[in-house]
């Protein structure tokens, strides 16, 4: 963060801090301060919990608030709380609980990188006369000799590149990611020697209004009355179960399915192969149905040069939990074609395809249906 800004004194350089009340982003701002920054804090005002069914303790909602001004009041800096209840709702609610019912499989948190906290939060930083925004992110920010790159975090373990993709370069000209090169263990000693009120509160695991996993429970409650139940049919069309709505589906999956015996001498196991949001069917099929050597990829989203016309070797994650594997990239006007060096099963639409070189992110963009 010494290069921050190089013809500045630290405490000349104000930064603005993003707080979630969470371990991550509160040893960011410690940071800074103990750098000599002028760290002011923001955190993001995501729900109401009187009008919401997001518990109180997740992040952008009341006690998260509470445990965020709480490490302001430690550090002795300034903290604002930006509502921003509205445009969360409408752009990654609302996006997730429609993505689901048209058979995909979203990824919110995305959206809310991309939209919601930088976006609302950069305004906020530029108004307040910031130099820069930080996060806690475990991603890294290089400065390359084509520009600003993203790159993967040193902890693969907790990197978080794959929901940064979609970032504009003007964004990455003004974030900034201290945590970067730093493991969790480093992070939460740190917590702990600067006596922060929450060193020892423990990781989100999920998605913020998902909490509890139950991503179907999620989406009834944002759209009550919109799942139907439907047929489970196979590759040929025949019928071989029900389902209570494709929403409690995703490409790929296996158990769950209740399809209970089958007649025939065939009984190998089945999977989702796809889902018909238009006929309101889980349509499954044997694993080798799965297999897929080219993925498509809409609102690609470029960080990279430019890509040859016979393509770019590159290492590609089609699901955040997956290691990159091999494959080349050919681009084209507003999206992306991927071709796989080995087949990938359950490639499910709606989740990212993020372009890897090494540690960078070339770009990513939107897994594209059939």
């Not at 989100?204 to 509890?212: A, E, H, R």
Request: hydrophobic share 40%; charged share 25%.
């Amino acid at each position: 963060m010494r290069s921050l800004a190089p013809d500045k004194a630290p405490q000349r350089t104000r930064v603005v801090v993003a707080m979630s009340g969470g371990v991550d982003s509160s040893v960011t701002a410690a940071m800074l301060v103990a750098q000599g920054y002028d760290v002011i804090g923001i955190t993001l005002k995501l729900f109401d919990p009187g009008k919401s069914f997001v518990p109180e303790g997740q992040c952008g909602a009341g006690t998260a608030i509470a445990d965020a001004a709480r490490v302001a009041q430690v550090l002795s800096i300034s903290h604002h709380v930006l509502d921003c209840e509205s445009r969360f709702a409408k752009n990654v609610m609302d996006y997730f609980a429609d993505s689901y019912l048209r058979g995909k499989t979203p990824i919110p948190c995305v959206l809310c990188n991309k939209g919601v906290k930088f976006g609302e939060l950069m305004d906020k930083a530029r108004e307040l006369g910031a130099e820069a925004l930080a996060t806690g992110h475990y991603a890294r920010r290089i400065e390359g000799e084509g520009g600003i790159e993203l790159h993967r975090a040193v902890d693969d373990a907790r990197d978080q590149s794959y929901f940064l993709f979609a970032l504009s370069r003007e964004q990455l000209e003004y974030v900034r990611f201290p945590l970067g090169e730093m493991s969790k263990t480093d992070v939460r000693a740190l917590a702990a020697r600067y006596r922060l009120p929450v060193a020892e509160k423990p990781d989100s695991q999920d998605i913020c209004f998902v909490p509890d996993g139950d991503y179907a429970g999620a989406v009834c409650r944002l759209r009550p009355g919109a799942v139907t139940p439907g047929l489970i049919v196979d590759l040929e069309g025949h019928t071989v179960g029900r389902h209570e709505g494709i929403i409690n589906f995703t490409v790929g999956q296996r158990r769950g399915l209740n399809i209970g015996g089958r007649d025939g001498e065939s009984n190998e196991p089945l999977y989702v192969v796809r889902l018909d949001s238009e006929l309101n069917q889980v349509v499954v099929g044997p694993r080798e149905a799965l297999a897929q050597t080219e993925v498509k990829l809409n609102e690609l989203n470029w960080l990279g040069a430019d890509v040859p016309g016979d393509g770019l070797e590159v290492a590609v994650r089609l699901r955040s939990a997956q290691k990159p594997a091999p494959a080349r990239f050919f681009r084209t006007e507003g999206s992306g074609r991927i071709v796989l060096r080995e087949p990938a099963y359950g490639v499910a639409p709606g989740q990212a395809g993020v372009i890897y070189d090494g540690s960078r992110v070339l770009g990513g963009g939107w897994i594209a249906g059939e």
